[in-house]
Every structure is written in structure tokens, then in C-alpha cells.
């Protein structure tokens, strides 16, 4: 089910709504999906009100309604919050997104960060950290954590880095990583749209990051840039088949080892180490997960942005 929002701002619509939460949770779909439509001609530009609507048609199998239900909150709200439009296209026949809204994936993680740890961790065995930080042996020099959310990949290397700089696109979470007092340096960032800059690193981490970006040419281009000469880049990716990009039923994206290889081939690194590890639980099975650790060429680089090898 999508993440709705409480209230329509009419209290008679909420009442209808929650009578149709009943009536779904009760194993009647149909007549939740019947009740909401009715109710939203009261609100037609609810977006929670229409994600309603697709969950309970999806459940129901009027494939149809649902997809209209996906399409019309995406269209009410462009940025998309609540995720229609991945919704949408896991209805499709072939899906068409690359990588998720970013004011989804920022709206999703502002509202898990106080229980996020409790969630991944405590309940679901969550160790995408510690594989990364036994994956890469020494001191880490200047390290990046992309996506560091509440700071578990900053625990997982405590006192190995000289430097350690976090970004993220939740504030929410970014607080919490705030309090664990590890990290030099945190900073609200949009990994979808990072541009090049004169900073570089000596070790980039991802862990559990790429699951929420899809297609990862322009991450990746990016990484490879701002590596120090000899940097590392190490990362983990739900496992996926072949050259692919899947966009699972659970909103994630998998990655086959052979798009992953031939990623950061195209990008210049010049060794790429993939293990395969159980990363989480899901349902009470282990989710695989690629536990892949990168090694820059060595490279002068003019910081006007042109690079030239010399191993």
C-alpha cells in the first residue's frame, strides 16, 4: 500500500475514506474501490485520495482503474511524492522510468527516519554497512558516503577514515546522522543531480543507495570523477539479472552483475571485485544483494575537467 496522507481537508471525505480502509482491510477491495470513487468526485484533486483508489483497484484486478488512478495523482502533483508514477509503470507492460522521483524517495525517508534503524536493522537484519566495511581493507583516507541516511555507514567505519563527509536528500535523516557525532562534514543532497565539482575523495561508499536511482550511467560518471588517483568506490546493489535495470515490485530497482560490470568498465575503473551476500530480510527471505568494491586508474587531472591516464 502507498504511504497516504491523513486528512482530504474535508471531514466527511475523511470519514468515507476511512470506511473504505475497512472495507479493504477487511478483504473487500471492490467495495473500497467503489466507495472511493464515489468519494473523490468531493475532492477531485486529493493525490492521497487517487493512490487510494490504484492500491484498491490494483488489489481488486481492475488493472485499468489503477493505472488511471496512478496517472491522475501523478498529473496533480508533477514532483510526486507519493510515488504514482512508479506505481504506474510497474502496471505497465514494459516500464519506462529509470530512476525514482527524487521528491518521493526525499519524502519517503523524511517520514521512516525516526523509526528507520528499528525497521532495517532490528527487524529486517539490514548489514549493507558492514559487508561494505569489510569488503575494503586500510585506512579509507577522505570518504564520501552517499546516501549516508542516519549514519550507519559512518558507524561501520569509525576511525578509519580522516575525513568523512555524508550527504542525503532527507533532512530527516540527516539529522539523525547529525547525533551519532561521527561525520566531519553532512550535507542535503540530490545524488540524481550532482554536478562536478574540485572536491575529490579517496573512498566513495553507496550502501543500499542505488536501489532508489535506477539507471546509474550519470552516479557513476560522476564517482569516477571525483576520485582521488587511486581512490576506491565500493557499493552495494540488490541483485538483479543479466544487463539489466528491474524495477521490482517493491519499488526498488535490482542490477544485473553484467550492467554493473560493464558500467564501471565504461567508467575507467581499473578493477572491479563483485560478491554476491545476503543484505536484508524481506518477508522472512534473504534479499542478494552485489557487494562490489572499484578501483580508480591512476590519473592527473586538470580540474578544468579534462583527465589524462598515466597507468
Known amino acids: 500500500m502507498s504511504v497516504h496522507l491523513t486528512s482530504s481537508?474535508?471531514?466527511?471525505?475523511?470519514?468515507?475514506?476511512?470506511?473504505?480502509?475497512?472495507?479493504?482491510?477487511?478483504?473487500?477491495?471492490?467495495?473500497?474501490?467503489?466507495?472511493?470513487?464515489?468519494?473523490?468526485?468531493?475532492?477531485?484533486?486529493?493525490?492521497?485520495?487517487?493512490?487510494?483508489?490504484?492500491?484498491?483497484?490494483?488489489?481488486?484486478?481492475?488493472?485499468?482503474?489503477?493505472?488511471?488512478a496512478f496517472a491522475r495523482a501523478q498529473a496533480l502533483d508533477p514532483a510526486d511524492r507519493l510515488g504514482a508514477g512508479l506505481r504506474l509503470d510497474l502496471l505497465r507492460a514494459v516500464p519506462m522510468a529509470e530512476t525514482m522521483p527524487s521528491a518521493f524517495v526525499e519524502n519517503l525517508f523524511d517520514q521512516y527516519a525516526p523509526r528507520f534503524e528499528r525497521s532495517l536493522v532490528d527487524q529486517l537484519g539490514y548489514c549493507g554497512p558492514d559487508l561494505l566495511a569489510g569488503a575494503l581493507n586500510g585506512p579509507l583516507g577522505r570518504v564520501l558516503d552517499l546516501g549516508c541516511g542516519t549514519g550507519l555507514m559512518g558507524q561501520a567505519i569509525a576511525g578509519r577514515a580522516t575525513w568523512l563527509e555524508?550527504?542525503?536528500?532527507?533532512?530527516?535523516?540527516?539529522?539523525?546522522?547529525?547525533?551519532?557525532?561521527?561525520?566531519?562534514?553532512?550535507?542535503?543532497?540530490?545524488?540524481?543531480?550532482?554536478?562536478?565539482?574540485?572536491e575529490q575523495w579517496d573512498t566513495i561508499l553507496a550502501a543500499d543507495v542505488?536501489?532508489?536511482?535506477?539507471?546509474?550511467?550519470r552516479i557513476t560518471a560522476w564517482i569516477a570523477h571525483a576520485l582521488a588517483p587511486g581512490g576506491r568506490f565500493a557499493f552495494t546493489a540488490e541483485a538483479g539479472?543479466?544487463?539489466?535495470?528491474?524495477?521490482?515490485?517493491?519499488r526498488r530497482y535490482a542490477h544485473g552483475e553484467d550492467y554493473i560490470r560493464g558500467l564501471m568498465s565504461d567508467a575507467g575503473f581499473g578493477s572491479v571485485r563483485i560478491e554476491r551476500a545476503a543484505l536484508r530480510q524481506d518477508r522472512g527471505e534473504p534479499v542478494e544483494a552485489f557487494v562490489v568494491v572499484c578501483a580508480?586508474?591512476?590519473?592527473?587531472?586538470?580540474?578544468?575537467?579534462?583527465?589524462?591516464?598515466?597507468?
Not at 532527507?170 to 550532482?194: I, P, T
Not at 542505488?210 to 550511467?217: D, K, Q
Not at 539479472?241 to 517493491?250: I, K
Open 241 to 250: 539479472l543479466g544487463d539489466s535495470v528491474t524495477l521490482l515490485s517493491s
Open 166 to 198: 555524508g550527504w542525503d536528500i532527507s533532512a530527516g535523516m540527516l539529522d539523525r546522522a547529525r547525533g551519532k557525532g561521527l561525520y566531519h562534514q553532512l550535507q542535503k543532497r540530490d545524488l540524481a543531480r550532482l554536478e562536478h565539482g574540485p
Open 210 to 217: 542505488f536501489i532508489y536511482l535506477g539507471a546509474l550511467e
Open 9 to 68: 481537508g474535508d471531514l466527511s471525505v475523511d470519514r468515507r475514506y476511512q470506511f473504505a480502509c475497512s472495507l479493504a482491510g477487511a478483504g473487500d477491495p471492490a467495495a473500497a474501490v467503489g466507495l472511493m470513487a464515489e468519494t473523490l468526485g468531493a475532492v477531485p484533486g486529493w493525490v492521497a485520495g487517487w493512490m487510494a483508489l490504484g492500491d484498491w483497484a490494483e488489489a481488486s484486478g481492475e488493472t485499468d482503474q489503477a493505472m488511471q
Open 296 to 311: 580508480a586508474l591512476n590519473r592527473e587531472t586538470d580540474r578544468t575537467g579534462e583527465e589524462s591516464e598515466y597507468a
